[in-house]
């Protein structure tokens, strides 16, 4: 089958479609003939060098795809050849083809295309397990969302409305806050000419938020404390800039609040089974319902992947970006 492979030898680690073989599918897994696979920052960080698969993970870029069951393994009982099928992987994405554990397929939303379905397991299960499962983002809290333009914190928002929150959000220029706002952002603050804390205080009463979920990492870490309500939680999903900060335990302490930093790629099989059944039963009604859609910017043929990664990079990029087979 073709797959989108990295070439190591290269210094750049350029990509470049190539026949690969395919291994026999296992029990318990299903085979996907990939309609299209969602581009994350992870894909990025493997390209270069920095994000290993984790061990018995396929080699290659991918870590959520869309597309047609076309086979199922011994032990499948849930699954048929022919449904229409969006999954969460370990890797394998950018293929024609990926064998899935069963238990992290998820069905195509009714209302929703095959190929924009893509975008949504990495994003669904990221921004559930970390809002509710971790930070226990209850109705009527503020939720405060950084990076509410990309993947993860447009559905963050969309899901942060749908559970009855009040969502604060950070996007770089006016353009992407009104973009933000249209997706239920209550606050949308510009991050390149305001000030975040001061912003989401403003939009408190001076209170702060109960739950703040970032992306940036070690150059947001004493803002996003600053800025936490009393009891508050900030959980870490990314550390886009910079993996070191330094933490006022004074403040974090004061305020009784807490720090959660978390990943999804690694996790065990049976806790991903349970991120992704809790997906099926509680947010997938928002999806069917209109309340949260999926947030595509572009779909790019699986050949240029190389230019999906270059408008993720860039910042061009609103919501997610597509391969297509």
């Not at 894909?43 to 869309?66: C, F, K, M, N, T």
């Not at 975008?119 to 397990?129: F, I, K, Q």
């Not at 928002?157 to 950070?170: D, E, K, S």
């Not at 928002?286 to 999906?308: F, Q, S």
Request: with cysteine; net charge negative.
């Amino acid at each position: 089958m073709r797959a989108i492979t990295v070439d190591d030898e290269d210094a750049h680690r350029n990509l470049t479609v190539a026949d690969v073989p395919e291994n026999p599918l296992a029990a318990g897994r299903v085979r996907v003939a990939v309609a299209a696979a969602g581009v994350n920052r992870a894909d990025l960080l493997q390209r270069a060098g920095h994000y290993p698969p984790p061990p018995g993970a396929s080699e290659i870029l991918g870590l959520e795809v869309s597309g047609v069951v076309q086979d199922v393994g011994p032990g499948v009982t849930d699954w048929s050849p022919g449904d229409a099928v969006c999954a969460l992987l370990d890797g394998g994405g950018y293929a024609e083809r990926v064998d899935v554990p069963a238990a992290q397929l998820l069905p195509v939303p009714a209302g929703i295309d095959l190929v924009d379905a893509a975008a949504l397991p990495e994003a669904a299960c990221t921004a559930w397990s970390n809002l509710v499962d971790v930070a226990r983002l209850q109705p009527g809290e503020t939720l405060l969302v950084h990076g509410g333009s990309g993947g993860v914190g447009s559905f963050a928002i969309q899901l942060g409305v749908a559970l009855g929150a009040r969502v604060a959000t950070t996007a770089g220029g006016p353009e992407r806050v009104a973009r933000c706002r249209d997706l239920g952002a209550a606050v949308g603050i510009d991050h390149r000419t305001q000030d975040a804390v001061a912003a989401v205080r403003a939009a408190t009463d001076g209170r702060g938020a109960d739950v703040v979920l970032d992306v940036v990492g070690a150059a947001a870490l004493g803002d996003n404390v600053r800025v936490l309500a009393t009891g508050g939680r900030l959980v870490v999903i990314g550390m886009q800039k910079g993996r070191r900060g330094e933490l006022d335990l004074g403040a974090l302490l004061t305020k009784r609040a807490s720090v959660a930093g978390t990943t999804l790629r690694a996790r065990p099989l049976d806790e991903k089974a349970a991120i992704v059944a809790a997906v099926r039963a509680h947010v997938w009604p928002h999806v069917e319902a209109g309340r949260i859609r999926p947030v595509v910017h572009a779909r790019v043929p699986l050949a240029e992947a190389a230019r999906a990664h270059t408008m993720l990079e860039s910042g061009e990029a609103f919501g997610k970006v597509l391969l297509t087979t």
